[in-house]
């Protein structure tokens, strides 16, 4: 079996619907105006190769918004997740290197990695707020994906990139009718991949990239927090719907039972501490903690980029408040 086939649309289709019987199939589908992960409907709507960017983001598979994590669950369904973009993937790397630490690894959050199963899907268009670029993170897969998949011209291009997923394909592949991709979709595969990330580059050129705007927010006074935080309703909906934001509450109920429960810093009281006192009473604190966070805080304790620019939180914001905006706001100023 080559690294690389290419497979026809209507294949790929019959592919998934054999894998569906075994496991739970996650494809990338329209939804009104929004891309958001469904599992496999044969009747349903095509899913949407190649476009960004879900709604959900991936880490909410590995950690659930709420997840009792002392149930010893005897039976565990298999997930294949087709379409995630780079900017997910690379979250996988703050999120690793978390909860796989050596001497403490999360064992709920590995067992839910390691019964997964990732297909990584090149962005073809790219939305208002995407700014991947900016941080290094190519738009399309380089790491943490198991399958890479293209679609061009009703073929899919499937690239095998682990042991994982090079026994998915060897499981189910042999009875359908594949090839090697040709020169010509080969080529016109690079040529996406080159036109996406130049469009991206030019978008967000007058962004700072991430270690200057962790410089920046170091050096930044209160006033710019305060103004970005006048529209501010403490939602909590960009830190819950960030790839790599994965603060939680650890909630004791009774016989000894845990349940773990996604938090968000921009929550009042998320720091309130003994006698009421609160270090991030308020809003504007809190909202310029969450940057703190993200561009000062965790650089110095992990490896991995805590923003891979997927613009998600931008997006969600009701109170129309832009991170991009204000990060160029800062890079003008200083």
Known sequence: MNDVIQI?????????????????????????????????NPDGPEPEYNQPLPVTPLKLFFLPVKENVVINRKFHNKNLIIGVPSCDLKGLDLLDEIYLDEKFPDLKYRENRDNTILIGTDCHNVLENCHCTTYGVNPFPDANSDLTLVALNGELIITVKTSKGKELIGQYIKDFPVAEPGVELLDLAEARRSATREKLIHQNCHLPDYATSGELISRSEEEIWVKYARTCVSCGACASI????????????????????????????????????????????????????KYVWKPEKFKALSCTGCGRCIDCCIGNISKNKLLAELAKSS
């Not at 934001?245 to 000894?256: G, K, N, Q």
């Not at 039972?257 to 604190?285: M, N, T, W």
């Open 8 to 40: 026809s649309g209507s294949n790929w289709q019959l592919f998934l619907r054999k894998i569906s019987q075994e496991m739970n199939v996650y494809v990338p589908v329209k939804d009104n105006a929004y891309i958001d992960y469904k599992h496999l």
């Open 242 to 293: 960030c790839p790599t934001c994965t603060c939680f509450l650890l909630i004791d109920r009774p016989d000894f039972e845990k349940v773990r429960q996604l938090d968000a810093c921009q929550y009042p009281g998320f720091a309130r501490i003994a006698a009421g006192e609160d270090p991030l009473h308020a809003k504007s604190a809190r909202f310029r903690n969450r940057y703190m966070c």
